[in-house]
């Protein structure tokens, strides 16, 4: 991950190489970002995939090393979500590519997402996969896609276009590849404008019952 700070802004850059695996690395990473906007104050943050990609989800050489270590990524991952979904600063995604299973519940989990224009997918392939939705990303599905768009994104695994993604609630709007970063610092300066303390105890509130049915979910998991 790369850190940096611009006009009280922080940029949160990732970029394996490869597909941006949410695995161990990736997980310290970001919330070691999130720890140092937080201590330094910043303003706002921006959440930026590598060219072509956002990320691909989970780490899946995780899963085969062990049973342990795979529910252990997957509770980090989880409560990044609730993390991020509770964060009291803006979060805005800049969704450089593909986004994919976990990569498009980071996506959703951040307040104002911006796509780029492309080939690229959006997409919750669980069903597809033969894998069940916990009840956290149901909560965090439900509260960010459209109604209309649940069946085919959550049941039948439906791949979307960053176009149609905006219809559905994955993302907010599109831009061409080069525009992207100056407009998600554009809506990044826009929302660090907004009273921090409202921002932070609205988002709690308009979310309250997603969040809390995401931190049961969680609290259920941890049990296991």
């Known amino acids: 991950m790369k850190y940096r700070v611009l006009n009280n802004i922080a940029i949160l850059s990732f970029d394996d190489g490869k597909v941006n695996a949410v695995g161990p690395r990736f997980l310290d990473d970001i919330n070691s970002g999130l720890d ?16 072509g990609i956002f990320s691909g989800g989970f780490d899946l050489e995780e899963f085969k090393k ?6 252990n990524m997957v509770t980090r991952g989880f409560e990044l979500l609730l993390r991020l979904y509770s964060f009291p600063l803006p979060l805005v995604a800049a969704c450089t590519g593909h986004g994919i299973a976990m990569g498009a519940f ?5 307040d104002t997402r911006i796509g780029c224009q492309g080939k690229f997918k959006i997409s919750l392939p669980e069903t ?10 149901l909560a965090l599905s439900s509260d960010r896609i459209a ?22 609630g994955f993302i907010d709007e599109t831009v061409t ?48």
């Open 36 to 51: 140092r906007a937080e201590t330094e104050q910043v303003d706002a943050i921006i959440l930026r995939g590598r060219e």
């Open 66 to 71: 062990s049973a342990e270590l795979g529910l």
């Open 106 to 110: 980071i996506i959703m989990a951040c």
């Open 128 to 137: 597809a996969i033969g894998m069940a939705l916990p009840p956290l990303l």
């Open 147 to 168: 109604p209309q768009h649940m069946t085919r994104v959550a049941l039948q695994s439906e791949v979307y276009n960053p176009e149609q993604a905006v219809d559905a």
């Open 177 to 224: 590849p080069e525009l992207l970063d100056a407009r998600a610092m554009e809506v990044a300066q826009k929302l660090a404008n907004l009273p921090q303390t409202q921002y932070a105890e609205n988002k709690l509130s308009i979310r309250a019952q997603a969040l809390r049915a995401m931190e049961d979910s969680l609290a259920a998991t941890a049990k296991r």
